[in-house]
Each structure stands twice: as C-alpha cells, then as structure tokens.
C-alpha cells in the first residue's frame, strides 16, 4: 500500500502518518481504510517480527541480497543501450547508467559489510556490540533512499513515453520493482531487524 502511493516506509521512517500524507496530499484517514481493507499480500513481511534472527538474516540475504547482486549489472546494460540507440530523444534517460554504478557500488558495499561484519555479530550472539555497526548501516541506508529518488527523478517516474523500445520499457518496469526490493529490504533491516537486534 505505502509503495503504491510512493510513501517511504524505509528510509524516511519515524514520522506522523499526517504529516507524510500532507506531503503527498493524501488524506490520511482513507489511506488507513485502504490499508485496514487490503488483503495480506502475498509478499507480506509482518511475519518476521517474532521469527528467530538468524532465519530473518537467511531470508534477508536470499531473498535482496542475491536479487540486487544480479539485478543491477542487468539495470545497467540496459540503460547504457536505452541512452545510447535514444540518446537524441529529449525523454531518454541520460546519465541513468552512470547513477546505476553509483547505486550499484553503493548496495554491493553495504551488503559485504552486512555479510561480514554486522549478521555474524547477530548469528554469534554479540547482540550487545551491535550498536555502532547498525548505526553505520542506518546511515547508508539514508543514503540509499536519496539515490532512489534521483534514480526515480532521471528515469522519469519510471513511465515510459510512447516513442520508447521493448527494451525502454522494460527497464522501467524493472526499475521499479528495484526500487520496491529495496525500500522493502531497508524497511525489514530498520523497521524489525535492527531493533530487535539492539533490544534482545
């Protein structure tokens, strides 16, 4: 519901529903409707708040770290083929590309230092030496947030215009979902794991 709107749910957490919807121009009590009439989606992570840790650091690596790993050498092969065959067309997304392997330098980064530092603390147990690492770990993920939204800026809301090819489209399609795995695996880290982390 929140990616539908394009609220952040991730990054620009810990603020009044009221206030982030007045952004947005929302109307706060019927997007709770909305959310109190929805169906649990088949993607639903609210299961997590009670599991083991280890079994959330397991789906956390299999289910983001593996995606974005792959996702993103693609994401940039096909925008440097979008921008160079359309590079005339005034709607082609130049120097989406070069932001990618920004973002793309930026999340493998993270992700060594969540495989090698911060999950081994939390599998072994030394929960009480986790804070400075996941503070580290919040901080890039701000960071993170601020690249999705130039990434959404440069490639135009990810609508495509109608002079775009089969390969235009589908990079914005999958750009998007991009951008849902992401936000949705920074939600999981900030909104479950990390404060469960620090409290137990």
């Not at 082609?92 to 911060?118: G, M």
């Not at 929960?127 to 690492?133: D, F, I, R, S, W």
């Not at 589908?170 to 939600?187: K, Q, S």
């Amino acid at each position: 519901m929140f990616l539908k709107h394009r609220l952040d749910f991730c990054c620009g957490g810990q603020r009044l529903l009221e206030d982030v919807c007045a952004e947005k121009g929302l109307d706060p009590s019927a997007l709770l409707t909305e959310i109190s009439n929805q169906d649990s989606p088949a993607g639903d992570l609210s299961g997590w708040a009670s599991r083991p840790l280890n079994q959330l650091i397991d789906f956390i690596e299999d289910r983001y770290h593996q995606r974005h790993r792959a996702d993103l050498p693609e994401l940039i092969a096909m925008a440097t083929k979008v921008e160079k065959v359309h590079a005339e067309k005034p709607t082609c997304p130049h120097n989406l590309a070069d932001h990618l392997r920004n973002v793309q330098s930026a999340v493998l980064d993270h992700l060594a230092k969540e495989e090698q530092v911060l999950f081994p603390m939390i599998r072994d147990g030394h929960l009480g030496q986790v804070n400075a690492p996941i503070r580290v770990m919040e901080q890039e993920h701000e960071d993170h947030g601020r690249n999705l939204v130039y990434l959404r800026t440069l490639a135009h809301d990810f609508i495509a215009p109608p002079e775009s090819c089969a390969t235009w489209k589908a990079l914005y399609l999958r750009l998007n979902r991009f951008t849902d795995e992401l936000m949705e695996h920074i939600h999981l880290e900030n909104n479950v794991l990390f404060p469960r982390a620090l409290c137990e």
